[in-house]
């Protein structure tokens, strides 16, 4: 059997969420299954190195373009000139015209609520994209052999929402093997001089998507420091100044500015290094369809404060500090019991390692390669 596999974003320098989950899926491929043979589908960019051919696994690079079209158009002809059985797509979208048959992974439907090019929230980029996903992905959804999605949660809104019935299911996402207790004390000290890394501070692994939910976190930071005025800093990568300063003074007094440190985008492979030395990984989402960084955080042996909405009960199970994400004060609070309290921290940090090892990326990998060999066989015994 020849898969198909969508990996547009790849090769892209600054990866989040889908394509993480992705390339973790190609990069075990090869490790997990020497039966069938996968072509990754990948557009050119800079962070070639990041995935290798093998003996079952092959790269192709398609010319560069928009997203449509390299979706719509580039994408199909070349999965048929490689006469691929099956074509994965791994990130909410696929192709609505083509005849082979697809296994597509919806990570939420958030775009599929309501959703405005003029809203406010949000970059103009992320509009679009949301418009785009609102307009393909009902089609293509029910076009799909299979639809995938990580959660437990967002498998029973999509079906609300899409009515999928049984081509609907559920493959959790993992968390990194390197996401592990750091002791190499060079390597930390330095990520902290890399990063201008305070002694003691939370970090908030956010970015300006507004479900991300930094503006209540950023006045929950400046309750605590109205109250306390103490060391404690917050850590937050993927700002620039302006947009900082810009939510600064739209939520809190710009004066907690200096109590914040902006990284700017830090990799996957450095993220260990960061989270290692933080004293709260703070997650308060107003909507996640997953969540990898709650299990991040705990992999790395530090608390972790999420959410009480959406999947983030269901993946952090009883190892995190549950909170109301649009209650500043509640953030606040919870900051408050975690610094206060190194019982309640100890406590926290060891049932989030116990909880880490429950998800892993080759399990996923593996409910995969099984999923695609359940959907050709099917098709055989169609044509049979």
Not at 104 to 128: A, M, N, P, W
Not at 263 to 291: D, K, M, V, W
């Amino acid at each position: 059997m020849k898969i198909g596999i969508e990996g547009q974003r790849l090769f892209r320098q600054k990866k989040h969420g889908m394509d993480i989950v992705a390339l973790e899926l190609v990069r075990r491929l090869s490790k997990l299954d020497n039966r069938n043979e996968y072509v990754i589908f990948v557009k050119d960019d800079d962070d070639r190195a990041c995935i290798q051919e093998s003996a079952n696994v092959k790269i192709k690079v398609l010319p560069s373009t928009s997203y449509p079209v390299w979706e719509q158009v580039i994408l199909p002809k070349a999965a048929s000139d490689e006469q691929c059985d099956l074509l994965h797509c791994t990130s909410n979208t696929a192709p609505v015209a083509t005849r082979i048959p697809l296994i597509t992974t919806i990570h939420d439907i958030i775009y599929l609520e309501k959703v405005s090019l003029f809203s406010k929230e949000g970059t103009s980029y992320q509009r679009f994209g949301n418009m785009y996903r609102r307009f393909i992905v009902p089609s293509v959804a029910h076009k799909s052999r299979r639809v995938v999605t990580v959660s437990r949660f967002e498998k029973e809104n999509i079906d609300k929402v899409l009515h999928l019935g049984n081509k609907l299911s559920v493959i959790h996402n993992g968390v990194g093997d390197h996401f592990v207790k750091i002791n190499n004390t060079e390597l930390l000290t330095e990520a902290r001089r890399k990063y201008k890394l305070p002694e003691r501070y939370i970090f908030f692994l956010g970015n300006t998507d507004p479900k991300k939910n930094t503006a209540n976190v950023l006045k929950a930071f400046a309750l605590y420091h109205q109250k306390y005025n103490d060391d404690l800093h917050l850590v937050m990568p993927d700002y620039d100044e302006s947009t900082l300063l810009d939510l600064l003074r739209d939520t809190v007094k710009p004066d907690v500015r200096n109590k914040i440190i902006i990284t700017g985008y830090i990799s996957n492979e450095e993220l260990p290094a960061i989270i290692n030395q933080c004293c709260i990984l703070l997650y308060p989402s107003l909507r996640e369809s997953f969540g990898i960084p709650i299990l991040e955080g705990m992999a790395c042996g530090v608390p972790v404060i999420t959410s009480n909405t959406s999947s983030m009960p269901e993946i952090a199970g009883n190892a995190a500090l549950m909170i109301e994400p649009s209650d500043p004060v509640a953030i606040t609070h919870a900051i408050e019991r975690i610094v206060g309290n190194p019982v309640l921290a100890a406590e926290l940090s060891a049932k989030g390692l116990n909880r880490a090892k429950t998800f892993s990326w080759d399990n996923m990998t593996a409910a995969y390669i099984q999923l695609y060999q359940e959907v050709y066989d099917e098709i055989k015994n169609t044509k049979s």
